[in-house]
């Protein structure tokens, strides 16, 4: 399904622009001339990824430096950066750690942090601009969570619990707002070829980022409420989460 030339974001926001996803998918939106607010963590990379979205053909980028993790600074960094775009078609939210599940487990210092940037700072970040999309009536809130999230394993349960927080907290969300013309979409990764998995044992078989890039473009385009990505996630999630409890715990997932 191709988007439609009207379906074509125009002024798009984008948290964690510097994660191996968000910057495939930024790169199709510089190709069909989009403006875009980035923020990221890492100025130097960051400057770099504006600097690339430039000559690429976006009609517009500025950046802002911010730890995500800082939810008390959202609500000025979120106004900052719509007043900078004039406006806001979409808001895609992509930044995320794995964290380390074996840490996790013995502290649970680390497993707050795991829950704190993959749930609570996207929760703050909805929040606030799930109203001003509803005050306005439009707009798309597209958020990046994770085929971890359908069902809970032992390898990556805490990153795995972060975003099925994180995706039942969007079905929640979008089932209040939809009826108020804003479109909630749930992207579910699969296993991808970025930072993230970079080491991990046979990432070279993991899917491309542009591929997966060019899914999230073409599900915003169309308003789609959800999105498994590569599409074959869709069947095998709906296998592994009916795997009944009493064999599931005895496999090595
Ligand atoms: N890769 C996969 O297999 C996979 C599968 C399913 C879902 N996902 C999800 O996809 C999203 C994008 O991940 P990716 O694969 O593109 O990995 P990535 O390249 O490692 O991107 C993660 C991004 O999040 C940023 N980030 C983390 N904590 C932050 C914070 N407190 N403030 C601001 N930025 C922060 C990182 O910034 P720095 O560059 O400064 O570290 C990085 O740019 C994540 O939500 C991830 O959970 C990934």
């Known amino acids: 399904m191709s988007p439609t030339p009207n379906s074509t974001p125009k002024k798009i926001l984008v948290l964690g622009a510097t ?4 910057e495939a998918t930024c790169r199709i939106w510089a190709s069909q001339g989009a403006s875009l607010f980035l923020v990221g ?24 430096v911010a730890d995500l993790d800082d ?17 806001m078609d979409v808001a895609y939210l992509a930044h995320g750690i794995l964290g380390d599940q074996a840490e996790a487990e013995r502290d649970f210092n680390t497993a707050a942090q795991i829950l704190h940037t993959n749930f609570v700072a996207p929760v703050s970040l909805l929040t606030w601009l799930a109203n001003y999309c509803v005050q306005r009536q439009l707009g798309t809130l597209a958020v990046i969570s994770s085929v971890a999230g359908d069902r809970g394993r032992k390898s990556n349960y805490v ?4 975003k099925a927080g994180l995706s039942a907290f969007l079905g929640g969300l979008r089932n ?16 991808t070829r970025t ?55 005895k496999l090595n997932l």
């Open 41 to 64: 963590r890492n100025a130097e990379k960051l400057a770099a990824v504006a600097q690339d979205l430039k000559t690429r053909g976006a009609t517009y980028v500025e950046t802002a």
């Open 19 to 22: 994660s191996g996803i968000a």
């Open 176 to 191: 209040r707002i939809d009826r108020e013309g804003v479109t909630v979409l749930s992207i579910k990764p699969g296993p």
């Open 71 to 87: 939810t008390e600074k959202h609500p000025e960094l979120l106004a900052h950066a719509i007043n900078s775009l004039t406006g």
């Open 195 to 249: 930072a993230m998995t970079a080491g991990m044992p046979k990432s070279e078989k993991f899917a491309d980022p542009n591929a997966v890039a060019e899914s999230i473009v073409k599900a915003i385009a169309a308003k789609k409420d959800s999105l498994y990505v590569p599409f074959q996630w869709q069947p095998i999630m709906f296998i592994i989460r009916n795997i009944p409890e009493r064999v599931f715990k």
């Open 159 to 162: 990153y795995g619990s972060s």
